[in-house]
């Protein structure tokens, strides 16, 4: 069974920087894509940036596009989500998860994902 523990949340100012983390368990990253999302209240949840398993593509959502950066340690088997130049509008639950797609596919659709961490939130306010 797929298991994510989200990390590394917390308040931050307009502009500051965040780094999260994702420990998966229960398989192992190498063959999987993975990928950040988040779901802010009232709104549906959204894939922010999504990385491959075999050539590390990545696929960025136009709003996080020069900001973020993901990463990954297949050796950890954790997941990183670097989060500069915070907005208001970045405040959310953040959430990671694991699936055998191209990257762009899994960040655009998640209703395609089935297990999902607990998250971190991120509240980006001054």
Known sequence: QLQFVESGG???QPGGSLRLSCAASGFTLDYYTVGWFRQAPGKEREGVSCVGSRDGST???????G???????NAKNVVYLQMNSLKPEDTATYYCAARSSTPQTMCLVPSLIYSWGQGTQVTVSS
């Open 59 to 65: 696929y960025y959502r136009d709003p996080v596009q």
């Open 67 to 73: 900001r973020f950066t993901i990463s990954r340690d």
């Open 10 to 12: 917390g308040l931050v």
